[in-house]
């Protein structure tokens, strides 16, 4: 049992970065050696999944977080303030003609 929970341990820090094909594969050589069963391979790489997901999500929101916050304070104009602009401006030289 103490070697699967290495494994699992293992498994659980590059998560993030294995797809759920390289997950099944991992599992199904545990369950070929006997480590576990297939309900519990299926339970681990369905949690694994999901928690990966997560992660990911949370990554994803702290980053675009961090970047709404450099765009502040390097006074950066968003794409939807540029277009803005560039349509007044449109407007602006079509009330000059």
Same mark, same amino acid.
């Given at each position: ?16 970065? %294995? $797809? &759920? #094909?390289? @997950?099944?594969? !991992?599992?199904? =050589?545990?369950?070929? *050696? +006997? /480590? %576990? $069963? &297939? #309900?519990? @391979?299926?339970? !681990?790489?369905? =949690?694994?999944?999901? *928690? +990966? /997901?997560?992660? &990911? ?7 675009? =977080? ?32």
């Amino acid at each position: 049992m103490n070697s699967i929970f290495k494994k699992a341990l293992y498994f659980g820090i590059g998560a993030m970065s %294995m $797809t &759920r #094909e390289k @997950a099944e594969k !991992f599992f199904n =050589e545990m369950v070929e *050696k +006997g /480590e %576990m $069963t &297939r #309900e519990e @391979a299926k339970q !681990f790489i369905d =949690e694994a999944i999901k *928690k +990966g /997901e997560e992660e &990911r999500n949370e990554i994803r929101k702290m980053v675009q =977080e961090e970047i709404l916050n450099l765009k502040d304070e390097l006074s950066v104009a968003t794409k939807s303030e540029i277009a803005a602009l560039e349509a007044r401006i449109r407007e602006l030289e079509n009330k000059l003609q």
